[in-house]
């Protein structure tokens, strides 16, 4: 890839970050009640999202530059994290929908995958009703839909302009949920984010071995964290 390329890759990258970044409502955090999954009727479909590649995630250089020199800076580490395999995450579907069915609820684990970014929008002023519209998934059989939602995998690092403020960190990042499919409100909201730094030197290339260590851990801890949140 050409400078040119270079630099307008990462300009669209960094404009998406301002158009997106304050886009959304703000869903606070819902428990589980426990009763509201015991009913005859209910029937669940556990629904992951792709795994998305590993990569380094830039918080807080906010101008062009800044994000250029930011992304030059951690191209190494980049490069490594995208050989890494994280196909662990992906047993979270079969896992939970085990885990539903021996506490007696009728669960089944959908094959595809969702992308929640392409479901349509649905309007409403009532709170915890979700912003996306999951009617689609009334005709799977089921009334009601969780989804284990994840957008980061990779290392976190903030930034004050191109200045870096922390060593970057191991993340395994995203949202788990639950969707009445008969009214799209949530009666479950999990956002989940670890974070672990390195225990070793972390600038080792080209392996990283520290970083690597980190995102193994907290991938595997996460999970657990998860299923504990969901099979209440």
């Excluded at 050409?2 to 990258?13: E, G, K, M, R, Y």
């Excluded at 994840?150 to 302009?161: D, I, K, L, N």
Aim: glycine share 4%; with cysteine.
């Amino acid at each position: 890839m050409n400078n040119n390329s270079t630099f307008l890759s990462i300009a669209i990258v960094f404009t998406t970050m301002l158009l997106t970044g304050c886009a959304n409502r703000i869903q606070t955090a819902i428990p589980l009640d426990p009763t509201l999954l015991k009913h005859e009727d209910v029937k669940i479909g556990v629904i992951m999202s792709n795994i998305p590649e590993p990569e380094t995630y830039i918080v807080g250089a906010d101008c062009l530059l800044c994000y250029a020199v930011a992304a030059a800076a951690n191209s190494s580490l980049d490069e490594h994290l995208k050989t890494i395999s994280v196909d662990e995450i992906k047993t979270l579907k079969p896992d939970i929908t085990q885990l539903l069915i021996d506490k007696g609820i009728s669960a089944v684990a959908l094959e595809e995958n969702i992308q929640v970014n392409k479901l349509k929008k649905f309007k409403s002023k009532e709170l915890n009703v979700a912003l996306k519209d999951y009617s689609i998934y009334k005709t799977k059989n089921i009334n009601h839909l969780l989804v284990i939602d994840v957008t980061q995998v990779g290392a976190f690092r903030t930034y004050s302009s191109y200045i870096p403020t922390m060593d970057p960190v191991a993340t395994f990042s995203g949202f788990a949920y639950i969707i009445d499919l008969s009214t799209n409100k949530y009666i479950l909201y999990r956002p989940f984010t670890n974070r672990k730094a390195s225990d070793l030197e972390w600038d080792e290339p080209p392996t990283f071995p520290g970083l690597t260590n980190s995102l193994y851990e907290i991938i595997a801890t996460g999970k657990d964290a998860i299923k504990a949140n969901l099979t209440l």
